[in-house]
């Protein structure tokens, strides 16, 4: 693993398969080849649209694939640490102290036949070894730490008597209970109304400002990610189809997904009468199995014949940025 580790990079994994079966001798390949690193105290996105392997790969890194998933070859290498290696209560102590991860529906994510006081206590008590009391004013204090009012009242209260945002900003504080070096953050912000979405990308922005934790932020809205990322990585098909940091990708893509993707951002300005925002032509993501070259190739506007057998390998294309399209600058 040595030839691997980056003192400055928190999070790195290289070569990640991931497929689907029941058997190991008979899966489907899902995630192909990724490779990505966050560096200690900055935003990476990871953006694509649904079916892209962003949740898998996040999932991955935790070791919480659904069932039948399974990491088929690749390591995932945390502050020098194999996690893929890890013995079981390596990996409690790992997820309890080391990683906190927030999930699309928090509703789901917690319990609703109890308290939230109960949730958070039991989380704290399990990762940091509190009492029950000194528990109770961390779970206070997390509260207050992601603006929710009246904390004390909140702890009394069980999930279906809190707004999705306030389930949300509960989650947030659970996973930020230990002080994680790395927050895992799921499409945090997709099932809430925009003022609320607002509110948690800043919540998000404060905890790297002020603790100096590494995010990695998955999202298939690019204004968010550019909004909010340092670095970012576009993801279809299982692949890493372009990366590097932020205003270089955002204002130079050179992979025709990324300039889709892109051109589909929402802006305030009028448009012009008859304008359409431009759309991803073809079949959605998944309709048909990966076999060879690029997967975008069906849907691409700038596709040829030797689009069927290009690797997908990243090639530099600027300091720090990196294409899987060989014909990205022409």
Do not use: W
Not at 86 to 115: H, Y
Not at 153 to 170: C, D, F, H, I, T
Not at 319 to 325: D, E, L, M, R
Request: glycine share 10%; hydrophobic share 40%; charged share 20%.
């Amino acid at each position: 693993m040595n030839e691997h580790m980056n003192e400055n990079q928190l999070l790195q994994i290289y070569n990640l398969r991931i497929g689907f079966g029941t058997k190991l001798n008979d899966v489907n390949p899902i995630v192909h080849g990724l490779n990505l690193s966050i560096s200690r105290g900055r935003i990476l996105g990871l953006v694509g649209e649904s079916g892209s392997g962003k949740s898998l790969t996040c999932r991955s890194v935790m070791r919480l694939l659904p069932d039948g998933g399974h990491v088929l070859s690749g390591d995932v290498i945390f502050d020098g640490h194999d996690v893929l290696g890890m013995s079981k209560s390596e990996l409690l102590a790992f997820r309890s102290t080391q990683v906190g991860m927030i999930f699309q529906d928090p509703f789901s994510s917690l319990n609703p036949t109890r308290r939230i006081g109960s949730q958070m206590i039991e989380a704290l008590r399990t990762a940091l070894s509190l009492s029950k009391k000194d528990a109770q004013l961390r779970a206070l204090s997390l509260l207050e730490q992601v603006d929710i009012s009246n904390p004390s009242a909140k702890l009394r209260m069980y999930p279906n008597e809190l707004s999705g945002g306030m389930r949300q900003r509960v989650m947030l504080a659970i996973a930020l209970g230990a002080r994680p070096s790395l927050l895992i953050a799921d499409e945090p912000t997709t099932a809430l109304d925009t003022t609320t979405q607002a509110q948690i990308l800043s919540l998000l922005r404060r905890v790297r400002d002020d603790d100096g934790t590494s995010i990695l932020l998955v999202s298939h809205d690019f204004g968010v990610i550019a909004e909010m990322c340092d670095d970012v990585a576009v993801m279809y098909g299982g692949f890493i189809v372009e990366s590097g940091p932020i205003e270089e990708v955002y204002l130079r893509p050179r992979h025709p997904y990324t300039q889709a993707l892109i051109a589909s951002v929402p802006t305030l300005a009028i448009p012009e009468r008859g304008y359409r925002r431009p759309t991803i032509p073809g079949p959605p993501l998944g309709t048909l199995p990966y076999t060879s070259g690029c997967p975008f190739a069906s849907r691409c506007t700038f596709s040829r014949a030797e689009c069927e057998d290009v690797s997908m390998t990243l090639l530099p294309v600027g300091p720090s940025h990196t294409s899987a399209c060989p014909f990205g600058g022409e």
